[in-house]
């Protein structure tokens, strides 16, 4: 079975196909996975490291952009898909796992005009455009959250959760004589604002006795060390967690953007969360994804505003104070986790490829 994997861009789009991928190579020993990426997305600095077969496109998002910015991008497309086209018959894929992310959508597109099967992940509650688009030729869309499942026929939709690459051990919650730790996750690249915004929370709330981890992406590790210095704060600040399974299972209580992938981790994680959606998307993508645990009542919901330290520091002061509060949320944060979305995935790439689907 060959199998072409395509998304990236962020962690968000990246992380979940590549735990699929590993996930079809346990499933089927004989299976040969190939990634393919955008040339300016995360995959390009991860998949060498990682030493993963893969492919880049280059290939750019248009919406929000200026006229000639689009024009340019719809070109690069048109080049992405052609190429597309090359790398699926050079690798004589069976399957094609569209994961989100700008280089998924020409490898997808690739797909349906060579009539490969073509599965489709959608993380957000909200589905993206390309996901829009392309499900009407795909064989099946994986949702990442029940929530979705409406936007799509339920002939189509399989509800799978997002999958993660990683395995949690959580520890219990630290005792009313012990710190809390606090795991700040700004997303796979970091969150300027969100990390400001934690500063100065830090600054208000001064008297918090607590622990922190906090990833704050490539550009912001050395801005913010030097912010917890001034504080007096003793801190671990790193741009990226690589071992972010052990990162969730210490943590008491997580502040996070509410990309799909951190709404995955806290529900995993069993762990209270104080989410700060990314303010700036239209649909408000990630607002709608913190939702899903909030309602539940495992997560608080602070905006990305003006007042974005300020209430952070009060939502922390109250939060922090009530541990049997933060036990709660946690409980009701693992009771919407989906810990084996990997697995339902690729038991279904594996099926569909081998022709056995309807036959499950």
């Known amino acids: 079975m060959k199998v072409v994997i395509a998304g990236g861009g962020t962690g968000g789009h990246l992380f979940p196909a590549i735990a699929v991928g590993a996930e079809i190579r ?3 020993a004989a299976s040969k996975v190939l990634y393919v990426g955008a040339t300016n997305g995360l995959e390009a600095r991860w998949l060498p490291r990682q030493g ?3 492919e880049l496109l280059r290939v750019r998002g248009w919406t929000g952009k200026g006229p000639l910015t689009r024009l340019r991008a719809i070109g690069e497309f048109a080049a992405a898909v052609q190429r597309a086209l090359t790398i699926l018959r050079d690798a004589h894929a069976n399957l094609v796992v569209g994961a989100g992310g700008y280089a998924s959508a020409p490898v997808a597109l690739a797909a349906v005009l060579l009539r490969t099967p073509l599965i489709l992940l959608e993380q957000n509650v909200r589905p993206g455009m390309s996901n829009r688009i392309l499900w009407r030729m795909a064989r099946k869309v994986c949702v990442g959250f029940p929530d979705s499942a409406a936007a799509f026929p339920a002939s189509k939709v ?4 997002n999958p993660v690459r990683y395995t949690v051990h959580p520890r219990r919650l630290a005792a009313a004589s012990e710190p809390l730790q606090i795991l700040v996750l700004g997303g796979s690249s970091g969150a300027h604002r969100l990390n400001i915004g934690v500063l100065k929370a830090f600054r208000i709330w001064a008297k918090g006795v607590i622990k922190l981890t906090h990833q704050t992406g490539d550009a912001d590790v050395g ?3 030097e912010g917890y210095r001034e504080l007096g704060r ?6 990226f967690i690589e071992d972010i399974g052990a990162a969730l299972g210490a943590a008491d209580l997580i502040i996070a953007r509410s990309g799909a992938n951190s709404v995955t981790d806290v529900a995993i994680a069993g762990r209270p969360a104080i989410f700060v959606p990314y303010p700036f998307h239209r649909d408000r993508q990630q607002e709608l994804n913190a939702q899903v645990i909030a309602r ?5 919901i ?3 505003d003006e007042q974005l330290g300020a209430n952070l520091a009060k939502t922390l002061e109250e939060l922090t104070a009530d541990r049997a ?3 709660a949320m946690g409980e009701r944060s693992a009771s919407l986790a989906m810990p084996h979305a990997a697995q339902k995935i690729a038991s279904l790439c594996v099926a569909i490829a081998r022709g056995e689907e309807h036959s499950r």
């Open 302 to 304: 602070v905006l990305d």
């Open 223 to 225: 801005m913010v060390q």
């Open 26 to 28: 346990r499933q089927d």
């Open 234 to 239: 003793s801190a671990t600040v790193v741009p």
């Open 158 to 161: 399989v509800v799978t959760g």
């Open 52 to 54: 993963l077969p893969h």
């Open 296 to 300: 539940r009542g495992g997560a608080r």
């Open 325 to 327: 509060c933060l036990r």
